[in-house]
């Protein structure tokens, strides 16, 4: 064999087995940042490729940022797309004035929420009105944050864009959490005929209890516009027909970052305390309690990223509730 030959047969099989390899390897995830479509004030989301695009996969993951998200791509989101990588992971953004002038973003006409909350006070509770975690308005509008969510289910409800969609979760983790849960409870959850709708609702520092003395989002009173004209049967039915998780860490027992206004007490000392607290009475209930999972991630503190790639929580929203 002249040497040429061999030198070639070398390198091509060398080039053949770097192919074979890197075709193994699952592609690292990315991510931008786009605006919604027809929303005013402008709001964006993180995803790998825009909505319009489209997408021709079977799962679609609508991803909650946590209270200090909502002008950047997460960490977290790029860990919950690197562990379902076939689903299209989009993750609206709902951002705080402390977190625009922590990234050094001017006034650009964007909705902002929570103006009312003092970050810095964690005893003292806003008005729900413009609290996003609940489905309040975006500051001076008409804009609830669970419109957004709406809006998001309905595109993904687009044959034409969607065409082999057969499951939406809608999951969060701390911040995150918190929205879902009330979600579950007041939202529309509106999809096309044909796509599973699950929910995960991971880690929140509160939850809501159907207590009609106080103030949402803790109990029932003073809702905000989206949901002010539910019946508490209404928010008892949604609850007891969607299909939930319900997740914490077994070491999520600090009390940094943690609600600490009086309602929010009243639900216990830290968030593994106020998630078992919360399991008792999800449990009373049988009928709620069908709808329900309950699930401790064990050696896990108030980590998203690593719920996340837990492979109970994946097969939940590769399978639903079995």
């Not at 019946?231 to 077994?250: D, F, K, V």
């Not at 009390?255 to 998630?275: H, W």
């Amino acid at each position: 064999m002249k040497k040429s030959n061999f030198i070639f047969r070398v390198c091509a099989s060398i080039a053949l087995l770097c192919s074979l390899v890197s075709c193994t390897q699952k592609a690292e995830p990315t991510a931008s940042i786009f605006p919604l479509e027809g929303v005013e004030p402008a709001v964006y989301y993180t995803a790998p490729t825009p909505l319009a695009d489209g997408f021709d996969g079977e799962l679609a993951i609508i991803m909650l940022q946590g209270w200090h998200g909502g002008v950047q791509v997460l960490p977290e989101y790029l860990a919950l797309q690197k562990s379902i990588s076939e689903a299209y992971v989009i993750s609206p953004m709902y951002p705080r004035t402390e977190m625009t002038e922590a990234y050094n973003i001017e006034p650009d006409g964007r909705a902002i929420w929570n103006e009312s909350w003092n970050p810095q006070d964690l005893s003292k509770p806003g008005t729900p009105n413009d609290d996003w975690r609940g489905g309040g308005d975006a500051n001076g509008t008409e804009l609830s944050s669970f419109d957004i969510i709406d809006l998001l289910f309905a595109k993904l409800s687009d044959k034409a864009l969607f065409p082999n969609l057969k499951r939406i979760a809608l999951v969060g983790f701390s911040a995150g959490g918190q929205f879902v849960g009330r979600y579950v409870a007041v939202g529309k959850g509106e999809v096309r005929e044909g796509i599973e709708l699950i929910y995960a609702a991971m880690a929140p520092s509160t939850f809501l209890t159907l207590d009609e003395e106080d103030t949402w989002h803790y109990g029932l009173n003073n809702r905000p516009r989206y949901s002010r004209d539910l019946t508490p049967e209404q928010i008892l039915n949604n609850l007891r027909t969607r299909r939930c998780l319900h997740g914490c860490g077994a070491l999520d027992t600090l009390s940094e970052s943690l609600d600490q206004t009086p309602c929010a007490m009243k639900q216990g000392e830290n968030r593994y305390i106020r998630f078992q607290n919360f399991q008792n009475t999800v449990n009373a209930d049988p009928e709620w309690s069908k709808s329900v999972v309950f699930y401790t991630f064990e050696n896990i503190g108030h980590k998203a990223s690593k719920a996340y790639a837990d492979p109970f929580f994946a097969n939940y929203i590769r399978e639903g509730l079995k």
